[in-house]
């Protein structure tokens, strides 16, 4: 794999405003660390593989439904880098990760409420209500220094009524990576009331060192209630093309999912998932270098707190590259508003991760040692 590594090359300004039109879509002067994209090059395998489709006029609707290329694709990578690969027949494209939750909910769950463990991933939010079912929110104490899943307030809001756990792991914003010890509990618990777990998978690559994605699904006793969801546009920064994939293990599912008219999975991307081939085939190597990129940023983000904002509190970074900070007892409830208006720095504020929590706020650190360093002394001087 080393032999294959290739360099991550950082964007200028000018590079990442055309790049990525959300995330640098702020203010003259604003330094965008908020939305979960990066500020590097894509890996040249994966836009040479999406180019080569372009000049050979390949825009047509992709074939529909289970892709056997994609499929064997993704078994291969999560055998290499998981030790552990489905069966090719489970894995179904779906256009995104959430889109693939809401489908997970709205075929195999049933009619009562969803379990969300809060701080969650705010697009996720409302997915219960969307498919017609209550939400039940999970808290995890903000003041937790390693963010755990409570089991025994799990159990009891299963026995409430509640029949889904909807599952990021690696989590964000917490950045935490569960151990297989904490899946097998969760899976107990789920067991015992025969709910049923949607795991979101797609932080699976951005393990840092120190930390070991384990699936849910390879935790015995998990494939007749559980489904995860997948991509390998988080890691590989090709989000924008549309292509994720639902893994669906027990076979009974895989045949309620085909029966499923199309309007309820469709609109995934041919280039998507072109470009997600070509990650899962050959981007080992990129994959290589952004891990260690990452885990370079953490180090530093580690060293810039402790020197000029030394009152943040931040849950270890396990995996991702969302920092979770509690920054608290600098005396601003609304973190972000402040850090955007004083310091011109945007970062995604945790209340709209957990509603009603003030002081908290995610930093994305994907980006250049010298925006990140400018970025801590940005909020430094609003903070502080």
Not at 347 to 372: C, M
Request: glycine fraction near 8%; charge should be negative.
């Amino acid at each position: 794999m080393d032999a294959d590594r290739r360099p991550i090359v950082d964007l200028t300004d000018e590079e990442a405003r055309l790049k990525l039109p959300l995330k640098w879509g702020v203010p003259e002067g604003v330094l965008p660390a908020w939305v979960a994209e990066m500020d590097y090059a894509v890996d040249p395998e994966v836009l040479g593989a999406v180019q080569q489709v372009l000049a050979d006029g390949i825009t047509g609707y992709p074939p529909f439904g289970w892709d056997a290329g994609l499929a064997e694709s993704y078994a291969a990578w999560s055998a290499r880098h998981f030790g552990w690969a489905p069966d090719p027949r489970a894995v179904h494209p779906v256009v995104d990760v959430t889109a693939g939750v809401r489908l997970a909910i709205d075929v195999f769950s049933g009619p009562g409420g969803v379990v969300f463990p809060t701080p969650g991933y705010n697009a996720q939010h409302g997915l219960a209500r969307v498919t017609g079912r209550a939400e039940h929110l999970l808290e995890v104490p903000a003041s937790a220094e390693r963010a755990e899943i409570d089991l025994d307030r799990l159990d009891r809001l299963f026995a409430e009524g509640a029949q889904t756990l909807l599952l990021t792991q690696p989590h964000n914003p917490w950045g935490r990576v569960f151990t297989r010890a904490e899946l097998e509990g969760i899976r107990d618990v789920v067991l015992r009331h025969g709910a049923r777990v949607v795991s979101d998978e797609i932080h699976a690559p951005l393990v840092l060192p120190g930390a070991e994605h384990v699936s849910y699904l390879a935790i015995e006793g998990t494939h007749d209630h559980a489904v995860a969801v997948v991509a390998a546009s988080k890691a590989f920064n090709t989000a924008g093309l549309r292509c994720a994939q639902v893994v669906v293990p027990d076979p009974a599912d895989q045949l309620r999912l085909v029966d499923q008219p199309m309007s309820r999975n469709d609109s995934y991307s041919p280039l998507g998932m072109v470009a997600a081939r070509a990650a899962y085939d050959r981007g080992d190597g990129w994959l290589a270098s952004l891990v260690e990129r990452l885990d370079q940023q953490r180090a530093l983000l580690t060293d810039l707190l402790a020197a000029q904002l030394p009152e943040v509190r931040m849950r270890p970074l396990e995996a991702t590259y969302l920092a979770w900070l509690d920054a608290s007892a600098y005396g601003h409830d609304d973190a972000a508003g402040v850090a955007l208006q004083r310091g011109r720095v945007m970062v995604s504020p945790g209340e709209s991760y957990a509603p009603g929590t003030t002081g908290h706020v995610r930093l994305n650190i994907a980006t250049s040692p010298e925006r990140l360093t400018e970025a801590v002394r940005r909020l430094a001087h609003a903070w502080t």
